[in-house]
């Protein structure tokens, strides 16, 4: 028989003073009780909290547990009482099994391969150098989010999908909106209307004027234009939300861990695995829900068919029993295997393209400003409430000596 698991009464979301980087302690404390536990959730179903490295990699590669929207019913902050979940919209595959899932990824692998997103190395190059100039022209003292972060996977993103340069600074607007956690539920939704009603227009102007970006290229398969106005969506908002929340957050890290900088600064050849150990260390993709089909045992206990598990990334990527001294950033870290982008069939498609983004970017900020610091005390820095589904910084504001 089993030993009892422990139990994670409400979602914690409050991080620790002073401690911005690490998970919750009520999720750490739990995983110290063991990779999984169970959680009530607001609306009295009984769930599971799954904190290790091993039980969550092992959910996120087996077919018995769903993404699908539809099952999604329970949320572990929000008692939705009768509300009936629909399925995701055409295209938004993320939150769909196969067949449908691989339906849509499909056409897209090839056009994010590690070959693929190197060739982009310049162009991220070209983009970087601009705002770092521009950052200069200015002189010292900026918000690194809105003059760095947020601009160059904003432009590169947009470029990719064929979206004009000029309509950049709403689509930013936009997506901060429904993926921050700040906004009402009224202007969440007008700002996700907004978005979908700009992408379905630009996929009829694709139609009728294809240029060259991957929503052109896609327009030769058999998908439908409200599939591939979905699947856009999917693409704009991982593609720009995920890295604009790495980049100021990791040079945020990288500022609190002057050790680390300086071993970044004086050695090239480390960005590769900085880049892997800051998206261990910061995983701004926090938790993700699945949806058991059957019962399936993991880690010892029985999870019921028809139960939502919350699998912790966070906690997961700090496990002990995988990672040595995991509360430790480490730039020179060998045991890598992070799941910051997640792991099986949805495994994030535009991994590559972050890498690039992130291991271009990161050296050359530092680089191009040796006495690049903090304007603020660090416990003025103001972060994006855990309720977003992205961590970061709202805003992080640097100086440097001119």
């Not at 009520?26 to 904190?51: K, N």
């Not at 949320?75 to 009482?81: A, C, E, N, Q, S």
């Not at 700040?182 to 630009?202: M, R, S, W």
């Not at 050849?269 to 800051?278: G, K, T, Y």
């Amino acid at each position: 028989m089993s030993e009892a698991p422990y139990t994670v009464a409400t979602m914690p979301t409050a991080r620790q003073a002073g401690c911005p980087f690490d998970p919750p302690k009520e999720l750490v404390e739990a995983r110290e009780h063991g990779p999984i536990s169970r959680f009530p959730f607001p609306d009295g179903h009984q769930g599971w909290l799954v904190t290790g490295y091993d039980a969550v990699r092992a959910i996120l590669g087996d077919p018995r547990f769903s993404s699908r929207k539809e099952l999604m019913r329970h949320h572990p902050l929000v008692d939705f009482g009768e509300f009936e979940v629909p399925p995701a919209p055409p295209g938004e595959f993320l939150l769909m099994d196969d067949p449908q899932h691989s339906r849509y990824r499909k056409p897209l692998v090839g056009k994010f391969t590690v070959r693929r997103m190197r060739q982009l190395t310049e162009r991220v190059e070209q983009v970087t150098a601009e705002h770092l100039d521009a950052m200069e022209k200015a002189g010292p003292g900026v918000d690194l989010v809105t003059a760095f972060a947020k601009p160059i996977p904003s432009v590169i993103i947009c470029e990719l999908l064929g979206v004009p340069y000029a309509d950049r600074a709403v689509f930013q607007d936009n997506i901060d909106k429904f993926l921050g956690g700040e906004v009402d539920d009224d202007e969440l939704i007008a700002a996700y209307t907004a978005v979908q009603q700009y992408l379905a227009e630009l996929v009829v102007a694709k139609r009728a004027n294809p240029t060259d970006d991957v929503l052109s290229d896609l327009l030769d398969t058999d998908l439908t234009d409200e599939e591939l106005k979905g699947m856009a969506l999917i693409l704009l908002s991982a593609g720009f939300d995920t890295t604009a929340n790495m980049l100021a957050l990791g040079t945020f890290a990288l500022l609190q861990n002057p050790e680390q900088l300086d071993a970044l600064r004086a050695d090239p050849e480390l960005a590769d695995s900085a880049v892997e150990e800051l998206l261990r260390y910061l995983t701004v993709a926090k938790q993700f829900m699945r949806i058991a089909l059957e019962d399936v045992e993991v880690a010892g206990q029985t999870i019921e068919a028809g139960t939502t598990v919350i699998l912790s990334y966070a906690t997961a990527n700090r496990d002990p029993e995988r990672f040595s001294d995991p509360h430790r950033l480490d730039l020179r870290r060998q045991d890598g295997g992070h799941l910051a982008f997640s792991h099986g069939i949805h495994q994030c498609l535009g991994q590559q393209l972050a890498r690039v983004e992130l291991r271009v970017a990161l050296p050359a900020l530092v680089n191009r400003f040796p006495s690049l610091r903090l304007a603020v005390p660090a416990g003025e820095v103001e972060l994006r409430p855990e309720t977003a589904d992205i961590y970061g910084v709202k805003s992080l504001p640097v100086t440097w000596d001119a």
